[in-house]
């Protein structure tokens, strides 16, 4: 990768999709994103083709602005027909249209902190084309509500809430509930009427150009280094400002093409308790922001077994793979295209400090790693801290409602529906349980002060969820026991009144809440912290060795 002038040619390096050997460029240039993929690449396993912009031009971007873009025309023009040359479909062509991707991706991983465009390059001519090409109609209408929502929320600042109105008086108008419900003209109509909003917000109609597209989508990934979650989650984890982002171009796939097609995410072990277990949630016939951001509620893995069974199987053998490669429990996405596994995504995974010190405890037994790197994976947390809680109601009660565990520990707290609340009310000496219909990321700054993560909606392995753990926060998803009424100060659960300040108490473990404050037990994992106290003693003279972990 050659370094050029900050306003030449932005630095460019192809991804060797094709599992071939090759140097890797630095992580620093790349990004974790990019960077990880070439590695599993190497490995063997599936991912799409693709090329990175490096982190040099997000540097010169926060610098110079929009001209450090260039000459990146001429440099994306080369690179799609590079693209076109692996794939067999073209940028813009209408006989065999090649939609892309346009991920961010830091040296540092910042789990949904930045932005994404999906379904680039589609216009009305290559509609047409997709259609042909996949003899699948309702896979075309879906992509292009996605891009035209996509493209409004992230480029262009829309405010979600005005797709969502208009996605209700849609589903209203026809009688349904889901999106997901809508036939092909259904979805037709939703993109219609996206485009409306599109045209009534922003004063221009949609891009026709697919470059214009991939231009404007580049910028916004870019854009959103300088977002304020991507500066409070910085701010939060000691990352540096001024790392920059790279941004990663690949060849869409598509896990919206059916019943046998999907996206999911998963952790190649447990990342509230590390158990040495398979840890996916899956969306049937979705794409892949749909389980990380939160909105929707995932299937059991067990469906996606049923649903494509040589994928599942495909993905359990990827598991040691990944985990002999990058030698830690690993944090995956992928899609499901028509049965067969690509990945998008791998990096080292978010997790709780009991399962930190269980993940470091197994995968020495297991040597893939030795008591010296398993000490240094546990430097920073604090052992005497660390221990395994859970609620003590009295006999006889029950809890109000259940939702989905998605981390480990217990919370007794007040509630607010409101992320604006939670400081004041934390001030005011309460702790704070924030419930809210889905965690966007934006509530990062909240769920910091928070004692505890409710959501009516999401996933165990939404961006929400992963936060949560790595905050160590207990996090319940998909909980349909609670509901928020309108205006978000009062709601229900169990079916009865709730309003903000009142006491409620929830186990990440179980997924249970109560109403009111429940007694905490808590117990310390002493044969875990026992196997480290025993290493730390073999590596460390006695005169200067620690006093025994409590």
Known sequence: ???LGKHGPPQVCRIPFDGGAMELPAKELVGSKAHDLMRIARRGLPVPPGFVLSTQLCRDYLKHGAGALDGIGEVLVRELDHLAALTGRGFGDASRPLLVSARSGAAVSMP?????VLNIGLTDETLRGL????????????????????????VLGIAPARFDVRTLDLLNARGLSEVDELDTDGLKQLAAVF????ETRTGMDFPTDPLVQLKAAIEAVLRSWSGDRAKSYRKLNGIPDDLGTATTVQAMVFGNLGPDSGSGVGFTRNPANGENELYVDYLANAQGEDVVAGRRRAL????LARRAPDAWQALAGA???????????QDFEFTVEAGRLVFLQSRTGKRTGLAALRIARDMVREKLIRPAEALARLDGIRLDEIEETKLAPAAGVTPAATGTPAGIGVAVGVVAFDPLRVAALKRAGKAVILVRETAEPDDISALAEAAALVTLEGARTSHAAVVARQLEKPCIVACGGFAINPGGQHGTLGGEAIAEGDAISLDGSTGEIFRGEIEVARNRPLELLAEIQRW???RIPPKTRPASIP
């Open 300 to 303: 059991h893995p067990d469906e």
């Open 536 to 538: 730390t003693r073999k």
């Open 319 to 329: 598991r040691d793979i990944l985990e002999h490669e990058f030698k830690d429990m």
């Open 112 to 116: 949904g902190m930045m932005e994404t």
């Open 195 to 198: 485009e409306e909003e599109f």
């Open 1 to 3: 990768m050659k370094t």
């Open 131 to 154: 259609v042909r090409m996949t003899g699948n109609p309702r896979l075309a209408r879906d992509c292009r509500r996605r891009l035209v929502r996509q493209y409004g929320e992230v």
